[in-house]
């Protein structure tokens, strides 16, 4: 399994900066009194707190604010996976190297099989063929994924079905998740999973029992969703936790063991302990910030968010 610790060395950050005064100059770093010095993490933004942009504008909004990368959620408002071909790929790798971000691949896009119900059909859907309509998908992410250069894709279980036995649920997903790692280790691409309450997989105990059956299946921690289905500590002792395991963070606040995703300041996150741990890890992958219900709002919390993380850095 590749995790965030190797993925510098695979994917050089910024992707695409030629040189490090470059680098610099697009992502300054912030200095620490702690680490005696200057100290960086990789921040990125989630389009899928974009959805009132094109594309293209929200890409070239984050290259110049300063971000590091992009979650690239693919929807049916931002390269929808059903429909794009390999020359709007295409465009969309050059607009990303032309706004020198890093890129995963975030495949939650809530209606794109069913416009009707949110997340369905699902790896562990009752139904075969809307088992196979998934699994189809994920592997069109993947294949899209690779050819932008992503680092990794990420993916959920899925809501939880009360008509599905939980046994079956479980040899549901094992054996569709199996064949998108498998698809993906032919691209030379992770696969993580992030535990989301609600879902099959909801907690961190839940990844890892899944994770026995596949240990090629990287971890995605959104630090909204620790301990809100079972007691998982703070957000900073669960990533200092699952260190070997981690190669994507999702970051925001939210109410304390409530599942919610609200700008930084409005919740109970203690975001320089959060901060702390990710530096103390010497966390390589992205950390992306992601508001899906703050479009509305995303030319004031884009740069405003990143304003708030460097200085959370520089007070460490």
């Not at 695409?16 to 100290?39: D, Q, W």
């Not at 070239?60 to 979650?71: K, M, T």
């Not at 099959?200 to 299946?217: D, F, M, N, V």
Request: hydrophobic share 40%; glycine share 8%.
């Amino acid at each position: 399994m590749i995790h965030a610790r190797t993925l510098a060395s695979s994917f050089p950050v910024p992707v695409h900066v030629s040189t490090e005064r470059e680098a610099a100059r697009f992502h300054p770093l912030a200095t620490s009194r702690k680490y005696h010095g200057p100290v960086t993490l990789r921040f990125a933004y989630n389009t899928n707190g974009l959805q009132s942009h094109r594309l293209f504008d929200a890409l070239d909004f984050l290259g110049e604010v300063g971000y590091h990368g992009v979650a690239l959620t693919l929807d049916s408002c931002h390269l929808d996976p059903l429909e794009a071909g390999p020359s709007e790929i295409a465009a969309v790798g050059r607009r990303l190297r032309q706004a020198r971000l890093a890129c995963v691949i975030e495949t939650g896009g809530r209606f794109l099989l069913d416009p009707r119900r949110k997340h369905h059909p699902n790896l562990a859907d009752s139904d075969p063929l809307g088992r196979m309509r998934r699994i189809d998908l994920l592997r069109r992410s993947v294949e899209i994924g690779a050819e932008l250069g992503a680092e990794v894709v990420n993916l959920a279980a899925g809501p939880r079905d009360p008509s599905v036995d939980s046994e079956d649920a479980h040899r549901f997903l094992v054996e569709g998740l199996r064949e998108v790692c498998r698809h993906a280790e032919e691209l030379q691409i992770p696969v993580s999973l992030e535990p989301e309450p609600g879902h099959w997989i909801e907690t961190l105990a839940g990844y890892h029992e899944l994770q026995e059956e596949l240990p090629e299946l990287g971890l995605t921690l959104d630090v909204a969703h620790v301990s809100v289905a079972a007691e998982e500590g703070t957000p900073a002792e669960a990533l200092l936790a699952e260190e070997s395991l981690l190669t994507l963070v999702h970051l925001e606040d939210a109410p304390s063991r409530v599942h919610e995703h609200l700008p930084l300041g409005e919740g109970d996150l203690d975001l320089q302990a959060t901060l702390g741990a990710l530096v103390e890890l010497n966390f390589q992958g992205l950390v992306a910030v992601e508001l899906s219900r703050h479009s509305h709002a995303a030319h004031q919390l884009v740069p405003e968010t990143l304003a708030r993380l460097r200085a959370g850095l520089a007070e460490l």
